[in-house]
């Protein structure tokens, strides 16, 4: 049976050169790169290299990256760090005049960011979860006019991990220096690392996450951007790793990794774009031309090369998921971390769509290894699996 993984967005395969990149780390480079003989300074010479690719691919200076464990810790760390340097003192909430320090962010961020700010607002911050268009592009003026003078930190994902959809963060990162400067950007980049410019001044953000294993480096390593200066405290308490900011022994085989695949990426970054937006033009088009009923979520311009996302309507994502799995094709609804419960995704309610809508939602994520064959595939297995769903479910006939 052919198999066909099209949920690279959920995770991507670790590419082989990475593997051979880190396999001297695990062996024969053990060292701790804290130790001051010659193995450890070699290994520590082998790190310092690696912080200083991830920081030319973000145009950041070196001792602006942090190495974490991923992207969910580069996120709460972010989040919780500024909550305690600007919103916090003498072991209370910080009032600005009289008012809890706020937090702006958006209806269809990443679990990570929305349990964090659900977090502090436990602890009395107040948080904006700003609404989406159907487009699923956040508007630079919905996030001015949320600001108010007690707002400490605005946080709003680069790419949307379900739908795709690229927001405008240089325009909104002006749009809130204008309005306030002594705002904190921050901006979860997981899902644009991989196909979009990422140099930090220009996007003008002062903090910025990235996870390996959406670039074909290994799952358990991630990077925090904090910009020089940024009112942020530590969340990790121990060693005097990474500049004191992240403690902990640093995961030397997976820094090295991920620099490798930093480097992958910067060679062939604009290449792989234009491959990958074919092969998905050519599966968005397959899908609403041969399923009827069938919608592609978010705007159809402004997106990332790899993800489409389509509402079926008449059908539940997930009994179109499993029989797509006994054809070997992999695909996923909604986000993988939101499977296994019963609710509609976030995401797709965020954009308007009805429970019943975003319960017939699919994703399909394209990457390195995906073929023109790989399109053909589903597009031949795809019409007919919705077909007999719909006629088995006599409710729901479209
Ligand atoms: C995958 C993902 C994360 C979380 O990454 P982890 O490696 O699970 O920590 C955060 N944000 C977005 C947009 C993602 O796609």
Redesign the pocket.
């Known amino acids: 049976m052919r198999f066909v993984y099209l949920d690279y967005?959920?995770?991507t395969p670790v590419e082989p050169e990475v593997v051979e990149a880190m396999r001297p780390y695990f062996t024969e480079k053990f060292g701790n790169p804290s130790s001051v003989y010659t193995l450890g300074q070699e290994i520590r010479a082998a790190v310092d290299q690696s912080r200083r690719v991830v920081a030319d691919f973000l145009g950041a200076k070196s001792k602006e990256i942090l190495f974490t464990?991923?992207?969910?810790?580069?996120?709460n760390s972010a989040i919780k760090g500024v909550a305690e340097a600007k919103g916090r003192e003498g072991g209370r909430l910080k009032l600005i005049n009289g008012q809890p320090p706020h937090i702006i962010t958006s209806a269809f961020?990443?679990?990570?960011?929305l349990h964090t700010c659900q977090h502090l607002q436990r602890l009395g911050f107040e948080v904006t979860y700003l609404p989406v268009n159907s487009d699923g592009i956040i508007k630079a003026c919905d996030v001015e006019s949320a600001i108010k003078e007690q707002t400490i930190l605005v946080a709003i994902?680069?790419?949307?991990?379900e739908i795709g959809t690229i927001q405008p963060i240089s325009e909104i990162s002006k749009a809130v220096k204008e309005k306030n400067k002594n705002v904190v950007f921050f901006t979860?980049?997981?899902?644009g690392a991989g196909y979009l410019d990422c140099q930090v001044d220009s996007l003008g953000v002062d903090m910025l996450?990235l996870?390996?294993?959406?670039i074909y480096a290994p799952?358990?390593i991630?990077v925090l951007y904090v910009r020089s200066r940024t009112p942020w405290i530590p969340q990790q308490d121990g060693g005097g790793q990474e500049y004191r900011s992240r403690a902990g022994t640093e995961n030397v085989p997976y820094i090295i990794g991920l620099a490798k695949a930093v480097e992958l990426l910067k060679k062939d970054q604009e290449e792989l774009g234009k491959k990958i937006t074919q092969l998905r033009d050519k599966l968005v088009d397959g899908v609403l031309r041969n399923v009827p009923n069938s919608h592609l979520n978010g705007s159809r311009e402004n997106r990332v090369p790899n993800i489409a996302s389509f509402s079926i309507e008449g059908v539940e994502g997930e009994s179109v998921l499993l029989m797509l799995d006994r054809q070997g094709i992999y695909v996923s609804t909604g986000?993988?971390?939101s499977s296994g419960t019963l609710e509609p995704s976030h995401v797709l309610t965020a954009l308007g769509l009805s429970p019943e809508t975003a319960h017939g939602s699919l994703r399909f994520s394209l990457g390195r290894h995906t073929s023109p064959e790989d399109m053909d595939y589903v597009l031949e297995v795809l019409p007919p699996i919705i077909q007999r769903l719909r006629e088995m479910s006599p409710t729901k006939q479209i």
Do not use: L
């Open positions: 967005a959920a995770t464990s991923c992207a969910t810790e580069s996120i961020e990443h679990h990570a960011v994902m680069y790419v949307n991990n979860d980049a997981v899902q996450a996870a390996g294993h959406k799952k358990g991630g986000s993988a971390c």
